[in-house]
Every structure is written in structure tokens, then in C-alpha cells.
């Protein structure tokens, strides 16, 4: 009787501890990625489509093509519910299996990675979120954060607004709103919206919503109404942006004078206003719908055979597309480091030479049957953004539709203050690591 | 059987009055710290260490904070988050102004200025008690995590907003920053919280845990025998958030390498909450108890299915770690309304008396 317990006992002990004992070796030829989705908790409504944008993508090279150049893909999500707690257990636990690279996919959890992704030697990719001063590759060898940062979107804001009023002379004297999280992700255009304003003579209003308060505005918006901006930039994530968007058309205010961020862009984020979002006005860095034979071949090969957890309906929304344009860079990274090393099962290493060396040009997109999907994307050893070109997308009450030319930042005004930011970055941090990575020649 | 001290006399009062009185006691905790101490650092990967063990013991150690607050002087608080922050801010200033200082003694600083925080938002407790004071706390956390990310002093005017922990080193070995090993981390947060914990262990078993028992199980009888409380209920809010203090900063520091202000949230003042409230009020194991059940299972839960191979998706893993999490709560609850301690407790009487229960 109690030798049965002991057995059992042993049993339950091996079985529990096993996931902490040291991990066996991985296979060979392969690629391992990991995704750090948040399908759970309060922001899962925009984590729910871009986790599953980024998997299919990924499902469909490996439906498609078997991996990625002779390599096999092994994709395995960790939920983080957006916790930054739940993010550093999830990556202890993929650490040991040798990722390629991270997706983070909340600013809190970068925070965490940065500094350790040069010591445990797996490259950041935190696509268009996350610390704006990591695009400075000489002191961020291993995080990068293209197509665009804050500050970028923040300064096509503002020239957006100056076309619209019809010059940057125009603008003097306009009230500017910025209706932002008071968390470091919302504050973070402050700095360049404050010197532009300096620069081109409009006043800056800021409103911060506190993190409690995100679906409780009304207040906030009254002090927009006292104040009547001309225009107002939202820079807001999950459960903020909807309520943002009905509260202004509640006040009456413009639609096509509020713009958000890429991040207050969801189908989800316009749609519970109804009638009154109409004209309401977001950044985007990638197309809208399925009329690319990228997502045609998502469909074909990963959401028709039942292989997604997506909706059929929502594939090609906003969010969607955008955890597609995630996996297209995690993939064009990989290859690019296949490519570079000559070898199919790369590396962390590897895959940040790929990163640094990312060159989707218009022919590598026509490739990939994403013509005009997104810009073309290319990265350097010093610069690991790019300040890729953004348009601005409006809603008509069903979905996105573009409403301005793809419109390049102005990168004469953000680069000074990357580079700053980088340097205080570094100096705060005393001892932070000189760059030794090599920079491979450009293709 | 084997749990009998039947032979064992005690001869002084020294020995009647130890912390373990029982043989089997004192073997059982050299054992857990045997195993703590050597057989995890030795066996354990980083995963063990960095995201099961040392989580654990840092939470542990704010649970006794506030154990020892609420559960000890019967004051409710919701801002044991907030101290926490104070902490490892604190700890993060301290740091940046004087590098050359060791991180230790800054960690273990940071906690005094946590305490002294802490007497300021104790002060109304002398007035109001109970859900009043509840509240009051609660405003003490407000107003804590608006400075966290109004006073740009506090993270050094950084462009993020956040605080990123440097490297520090103790004797040329790097114990914070991107460069310390998981094993260095946990054998000094187990060394802090060992230490904390025995200091606890004394303080409530001499004049002030007396003090601090007796006020809350009456207040005016323990004033009429000649207990200040004005003295006394301030004194328990400062060791409390010492010791959430300095589970604050090594939170950051050991643990997390850099924090937005996000991390001490109300939410994380009432996770300590219910770890205090399922571990048992008043009590130091069950301190230890809370935090294991209400961090470390919902971890072994997640790694359940996909040992046993089952194809279920990370985001439904998550849930059904959500449902059964939350029924273990109730169920352990239900049976034992006083914590997971007193469980333990009539466990080990039901070893005693055995084979003859009575």
C-alpha cells in the first residue's frame, strides 16, 4: 500500500519536475519562434487579432513551404494577458529552447527584454512599440523596432494636420490636443510634439487619461469641449480607444480632426461608436483588407482548412494584417540571416545580423505577393527603425479605407532626439555595453 | 508515528520556549532549507530559479509585511503595493546617486524609507479602523503610484518613464543587472528572506508582537494595560512596510531588472491581500503558504498540458488556469475559513494523536 503511494509520489515529483530540469537539445534544421500573445485579460479584444495574424502567417509558410528556406518552423505561443509578470515567466520558459528572436508585444515587457537580450544573445523585435530610442543601433545592437517609432507618428500627425490646414504656416496659433494613457507608452510623442510646437507656433493641449480611468473620459472630454482644439492626436491601447472615439462624437467633436496612433486603429476601436466614428482618422504603417495574395494564400492554405483560431470574417482587418506585417518581418529577418550565414538552422546571432541587414524592397514584395501591403522596409547597423513612410486611414463606418498618400516622417526632427534619448538611456544605465557586434556589409 | 515528541523533556525554559519545540520540527526546517539552499541552486535551471523561485520568495516576504499589519495588528491595508514601489524606487535613487555603495545595504535602506512612508499613511489608523482604514490606505496607494509616474525625479527624468536596474556587483560577482545569473539572484533574495523571516519570527514573539496581538484582538483593553496605541500601530505600519519595502526593491532589483510604474498597481496590493488572507491571517508559514498557492500553482498549471501533450492553445490553458485557481480558493476556503496555516496546523495535531484520533 505505501510502496503504490511512493510510486505515485515519485511519479507526480518526475512529472512535476521535469519541465524544470534542463532542456534537451532541439532538433536539427529547424527554427524556433516564440510569440508572447495576450489573448486573455483587459486588452485581449486588440490582442486576440494580432496573435492571430501573427501564427497564421507563419502557419501558411510553414502549409505553404515547408518553413523557411529548407528550414522548419516551430511556432509556439506564450500567453502574457498583457502582465508584464506573465511576459518575464514566458520568457525564462522559451530561453532555454534557443529562440531566434522575441516579440514582446507590450512596452513593459520590452523594458524588461532590452537589457538582457544583448547577454542572453536573442534579438528584440518590438515592431513600432516599445522604447522609440532603441532604433539607435550603435547602442541597441540587438533591439529593433521598425517600420516606425512614436515620435515618427507623432510628426506625420502634425504634417497631416499642416496639409489639411493647408501649410505649416497655418498651423500657428491652432490648438493641437493629445489625448494619451499617462503611462510611459502614451507619453511618449510629448517630446516631439512639444518641439514642434515650439518650431511651427501651435499650442499643445495634453490630456491624460490614467490607467483606472481609461473607459471613464467623460470629464476629460469636457475639457476638450471648453478648450476646442483644432485637431487631436490619441495615443491610446485597448479598452482607451473606444471609449475615446465615442466620447468625441458624444461632444460632437470632428471625427476627421481626431487622429490615433497605428495602436488606436482597430475594426473594434471605431466600430461600438456606430454612425458617429464616421471620418474618424488613425495612422497606419500596412494595407487594409485581402486583396493581397499574401492574406489570399493565409486563407487558402491556413484559415480555410481550419489550421486558425481567427474568425473567417476578420482576417484582413486592421489588427489582423498587422500581426501579419509582424511575422513578415520575424520571416524576412530569418531569411535574410540564412542568406547572410549560408546555414538553415540560424541563430539569435544570426537572426539580428538578418535584422540589421532587412532590405523588403519592392521586388522582394511583389515576391511575397504583398505589393503595396506595406512600404518598403529597410534597416542599418546604426539606424534599427528605418522611419518608414505611414498614411493615415479613415473610417467610413464599415471599415478602413486610405485617406492620404503613404507620407514620410520627418526624420530630420526625430533622429536628433533618438539619438539623446539612446545616450541618457546609456548613461543612466552606467556600465551599459559598448557595441562589439560587427556590422555586416549592405547586400 | 513518526510526528511524536513523546521522550522529548525539556529541561529549561529556554528550550520550552524555543521556536521549534519539536524535534521533527527542527529536522523538518533544516530539510526545506537544505533543499532551498543547495539542492535548488544546484539542480534547478534558470526557469526553476528566475521565474518560479525567486518570484515566490519576494512575494512571500511582502506577505509577511502585511501579515504582519493585518493579520498580527488587525489593520487592513491596500497599499502594500504601493510601499513596495517606495521601496524600489527608493532603492533605484539611492543607487543612481551613490554607485559605489553596495546594492545590499541600499536594498535593505530602501526599506526604512519605505517604513517611514508607511507611519505617514499609518497616521489615520489612530482615528479609523476596519473598512475606513481600508480606504485610507487605499488613498495612500493613489497617491503613491501618481508619483510613480508624475515625479520624473523618481526615475531619473527618464524619456520611458521607467526605472532599469544597473549592474551591481558583491565581492567582483555581478548580483543585479542583465549580467547576474538567475543562481546568484535567488541565493541572496533566499539569504534576505530567511533573515527577514527569523527576524520576524522574534519580534513577534517578544514585547511588540504582544503589543501588536493585543491591539488587535481588543484596543481598549490593551490601552487600559498600558499599551500606547498611537506608538504601537505606528510601529507596526513602519515594519511592515519595511518589509514590503524591501520586497519592493528586490522585486525590481533581483527579479523584474527594470519597472514601470504599471508593476505597483492596486492589483498588486490585492494579490498580497489574498495571498495573506488564504495563507492564514496571522500566521509567518502561512505567509509562505498564500504566496505559493496563489503564484506557483497557476505556473505548474500552465505546464500541465503541454507535458502531458495536450494540443489545447496557450490562451485556453489560461483560462482553465483562471477556473481552477480560483475553485482551489474557494474550495480550501470552504473547508478551512482560516487560511491555509490552520490547515497545516490541525494537519500536524491529526499526526500527533495518530493512529488514535480523538
Not at chain 1, 534537451?24 to 500573445?37: C, G, H, I, M
Not at chain 1, 486603429?265 to 495612422?283: E, H, I, T, V, W
Not at chain 2, 481552477?324 to 476556503?333: M, N, S, T
Amino acid at each position: 500500500m505505501r510502496k503504490k503511494h511512493l510510486v505515485l509520489g515519485a511519479a507526480v515529483a518526475a512529472f512535476v519536475g521535469a519541465p524544470f530540469a534542463v532542456p534537451s537539445a532541439q532538433a536539427q534544421e529547424s527554427v524556433y519562434v516564440p510569440l508572447f500573445t495576450y489573448r486573455t485579460g483587459p486588452f485581449a479584444g486588440s490582442g486576440i487579432p494580432i496573435a492571430n495574424g501573427m501564427s497564421d502567417y507563419l502557419n501558411m509558410l510553414t502549409e505553404r513551404d515547408g518553413g523557411i528556406g529548407g528550414a522548419k518552423l516551430i511556432v509556439e505561443e506564450c500567453e502574457t494577458g498583457y502582465d508584464t509578470k506573465k511576459g518575464v515567466e514566458c520568457y525564462e520558459s522559451v530561453k532555454g529552447k534557443k529562440p531566434v528572436l522575441t516579440n514582446p508585444y507590450s512596452t513593459g515587457i520590452t523594458l524588461q527584454l532590452i537589457p538582457t537580450a544583448a547577454v542572453d544573445k536573442i534579438p528584440v523585435l518590438s515592431m513600432a512599440y516599445g522604447l522609440s530610442a532603441s532604433a539607435d543601433g550603435n547602442l541597441f545592437p540587438w533591439v529593433f523596432n521598425p517600420p516606425a517609432t512614436y515620435w515618427d507618428g507623432a510628426s506625420v500627425f502634425v504634417k497631416y494636420a499642416a496639409q489639411k490646414e493647408g501649410g505649416f504656416d497655418k498651423l500657428k496659433g491652432k490648438k493641437l490636443g493629445l489625448v494619451h494613457l499617462d503611462a510611459p507608452y502614451g507619453k511618449e510623442p510629448i517630446p516631439l510634439l512639444e518641439a514642434l510646437a515650439k518650431e511651427y507656433g501651435f499650442e499643445l493641449k495634453l490630456y491624460p487619461v490614467p490607467a483606472s480611468e481609461m473607459q471613464n473620459q467623460s470629464s476629460l472630454w469636457l475639457n476638450v469641449r471648453r478648450d476646442r482644439p483644432d485637431w487631436i492626436y490619441l495615443q491610446g491601447w485597448g479598452a482607451m480607444n473606444p471609449t475615446a472615439v465615442k466620447e468625441a462624437a458624444k461632444i460632437n467633436f470632428p471625427m476627421n480632426r481626431l487622429v490615433g496612433v497605428w495602436w488606436s486603429g482597430g475594426d473594434d476601436d471605431a466600430r461600438p461608436a456606430g454612425d458617429g466614428a464616421k471620418g474618424y482618422s488613425s495612422l497606419d504603417f500596412h494595407a487594409v483588407g485581402t486583396d493581397f495574395p499574401v492574406i489570399k494564400d493565409i486563407q487558402k492554405y491556413v484559415v480555410d482548412k481550419g489550421k486558425s483560431q481567427v474568425q473567417k470574417e476578420k482576417v484582413g482587418e486592421n489588427l489582423y494584417n498587422r500581426g501579419v506585417v509582424n511575422s513578415m518581418l520575424i520571416a524576412e529577418a530569418i531569411r535574410t540571416a540564412q542568406q547572410i550565414t549560408g546555414k538553415k538552422a540560424v541563430t539569435g546571432e544570426d537572426v539580428r545580423r538578418g535584422l540589421e541587414q532587412l532590405n523588403i524592397s519592392d521586388a522582394r514584395l511583389k515576391e511575397m505577393g504583398a505589393t503595396g501591403f506595406v512600404s518598403p522596409i529597410r534597416t542599418s547597423c546604426t539606424d534599427h527603425n528605418g522611419h518608414h513612410k505611414v498614411y493615415v486611414a479613415e473610417w467610413n463606418g464599415q471599415k478602413w479605407v486610405k485617406a492620404s498618400d503613404w507620407m514620410e516622417p520627418m526624420k530630420d526632427k526625430v533622429r536628433p532626439l533618438i539619438e539623446a534619448a539612446a545616450k541618457a538611456y546609456a548613461e543612466s544605465n552606467t556600465g551599459w555595453p559598448k557595441r562589439t557586434e560587427p556590422c555586416d556589409k549592405s547586400s | 508515528m513518526l510526528y511524536r515528541e513523546a521522550g522529548q523533556f525539556k529541561t529549561n525554559y529556554t528550550a520550552d520556549m524555543a521556536v521549534f519545540p519539536i524535534l521533527q520540527d527542527r529536522i523538518g526546517i533544516a530539510v526545506i532549507l537544505g533543499i532551498a539552499a543547495i539542492i535548488i541552486p544546484l539542480f534547478g535551471n534558470d526557469f526553476l530559479l528566475q521565474a518560479v523561485m525567486t518570484p515566490f520568495l519576494v512575494f512571500s516576504l511582502a506577505t509577511i509585511g502585511l501579515n504582519l499589519l493585518t493579520g498580527y495588528t488587525g489593520l487592513l491595508s491596500l497599499g502594500s503595493a504601493g510601499f513596495m514601489g517606495v521601496g524600489a524606487y527608493a532603492c533605484y535613487k539611492l543607487s543612481t546617486i551613490f554607485p559605489g555603495v553596495n546594492i545590499i545595504v541600499w536594498i535593505i535602506a530602501s526599506g526604512f524609507v519605505a517604513a517611514a512612508v508607511g507611519v505617514l499613511f499609518g497616521l489615520p489608523s489612530l482615528r479609523i479602523k476596519g473598512f475606513y482604514l481600508a480606504v485610507a490606505t487605499l488613498a495612500a496607494q493613489f497617491f503613491l503610484s501618481w508619483c510613480f509616474i508624475r515625479v520624473p525625479w523618481l526615475f531619473n527624468y527618464n524619456v520611458s518613464g521607467a526605472i532599469e536596474v544597473p549592474t551591481r556587483t558583491l565581492f567582483g560577482v555581478p548580483i543585479t543587472g542583465p549580467n547576474a545569473a538567475p543562481v546568484t539572484r535567488y541565493l541572496i533574495v533566499l539569504a534576505i528572506v530567511v533573515a527577514m523571516t527569523w527576524l520576524a519570527s522574534n519580534l513577534l514573539r517578544g514585547r511588540f508582537g504582544r503589543m501588536w496581538m493585543a491591539v488587535r484582538d481588543m484596543d481598549i483593553a490593551a490601552e487600559l494595560i498600558g499599551i500606547k496605541l498611537l506608538q504601537t500601530k505606528l510601529l507596526a505600519f513602519a515594519v511592515s512596510s519595511f518589509y514590503c519595502g524591501v520586497a519592493g526593491a528586490m522585486m525590481v532589483f533581483l527579479w523584474y531588472g527594470g519597472a514601470e510604474a504599471e508593476v505597483f498597481s492596486i492589483n498588486q496590493s490585492f494579490t498580497i491581500l489574498f495571498m495573506v488572507i488564504i495563507g492564514g491571517l496571522g500566521s509567518l508559514i502561512g505567509s509562505f503558504f498564500g504566496a505559493a498557492l496563489i503564484y506557483i500553482l497557476p505556473i505548474i498549471l500552465r505546464i500541465v498540458p503541454a507535458e502531458l501533450g495536450m494540443p489545447l492553445h496557450a490562451a485556453t490553458v489560461e483560462h482553465l488556469t483562471f477556473i481552477i485557481v480560483g475553485a482551489l480558493i474557494i474550495i480550501f476556503l470552504i473547508v478551512e475559513p482560516h487560511g491555509l496555516a490552520r490547515l497545516w496546523q490541525i494537519g500536524k495535531q491529526k499526526l500527533r494523536v495518530w493512529p488514535f484520533p480523538y
